[in-house]
């Protein structure tokens, strides 16, 4: 099996890539996507998103790391594709799932899943821009509303050129709510050959098995899950328990170093609660320090917190 850490925008930024590979576990990882529209992007944007690409498009823990692109236009999204793979990612995965409203408006990511015709074409341009000994992958969701086009989308996907396909079992408009419907993964499985990636309500070893089961996939992608129990890769793999949370908090400060020297330091009180608060799903010991923290604005108060 592969565990596969997901593109959580906003979220899963390098220093949290960084964190979470050197826990170890995850075979490979997407990055937040870079929103292609009219132009081909300097250079630049690329690293800023994808800071991997100066490591050998690796994590820090040589975790290895394919950059994801979202937008609607064949030409434009071939064009950036092969420069991500000049700058050195491993790969190109494209975004049709992302149910952020600001994207959706201009056409971008789940938008798409109304138009299979439009993914076709978008895909079907980076492949023949995209030298063949690197994959490109695609993220879908089951549908717009719902879900009598999913496997219609994925034998588009494939049939376009795709190496592989990553399919969160829920609608746009189900966002996150569960339960995840991983039958339907199942059906997309069976209709195409190319390899299919299960994602969506995984959480612990015993969620990975049911939707193993239930998808026919063995590789699994995970988000949140891996916010609320940084190890999660292991214990999905059954190698390690979910880690002790004496060692969670040891994770929180080390991410707290990472942040505060970035240049995001300014988001850092955001980022901070917002993942406390995934890892409240999973741990009671950390509620006490959430209610705590979510008060702060200060980012010398939440240090305090976090080491007292």
């Not at 490591?55 to 594709?81: C, D, F, I, K, Y």
């Amino acid at each position: 099996m592969r565990v596969i850490l997901a593109p959580m925008e906003g979220v899963a930024d390098a220093p949290m890539r960084s964190l979470l590979t050197s826990v170890g576990g995850y075979d490979m990882v997407i990055s937040e996507f870079i929103r292609v529209v009219d132009q081909l992007l300097p250079e630049k944007v690329f690293y800023r998103l994808c800071a991997e690409l100066a490591n050998n498009s690796q994590t820090q823990a040589g975790t290895p790391v394919r950059l994801q692109l979202l937008g609607q236009h064949p030409s434009w999204m071939a064009e950036n594709a092969l420069r991500a793979v000049e700058l050195g990612s491993r790969g190109v995965d494209l975004n049709f799932g992302c149910p952020a409203p600001m994207v959706n408006r201009s056409n971008g990511g789940a938008a798409l899943l109304k138009e299979p015709d439009t993914i076709y074409r978008v895909t079907h341009s980076v492949r023949e821009a995209v030298p063949s000994n690197h994959p490109v992958s695609a993220k879908i969701r089951l549908g717009w509303d719902d879900k009598s086009r999913c496997v219609e989308i994925a034998q588009a996907i494939e049939a376009a050129g795709a190496t592989e396909l990553t399919v969160h079992a829920r609608t746009k408009e189900e966002g996150y709510r569960p339960p995840a419907h991983w039958e339907y993964i199942n059906q997309i499985k069976e209709a195409i050959s190319i390899p299919v990636i299960a994602n969506g309500e995984v959480w612990n070893r015993e969620d990975y098995q049911r939707c193993q089961v239930v998808s026919g996939c063995n590789d699994v992608m995970v988000g949140r899950g891996a916010l609320a129990v940084p190890n999660l890769a292991h214990v999905l793999k059954g190698t390690q328990d979910a880690m002790p949370w004496d060692e969670v908090k040891q994770l929180l400060l080390q991410y707290s170093e990472y942040e505060i020297v970035s240049a995001k330091e300014k988001y850092y009180p955001a980022r901070i609660k917002q993942w406390l608060r995934f890892i409240v799903l999973q741990y009671e010991e950390a509620d006490l320090l959430f209610r705590q923290v979510r008060v702060m604005k200060q980012t010398a108060d939440i240090l305090v917190a976090l080491k007292a």
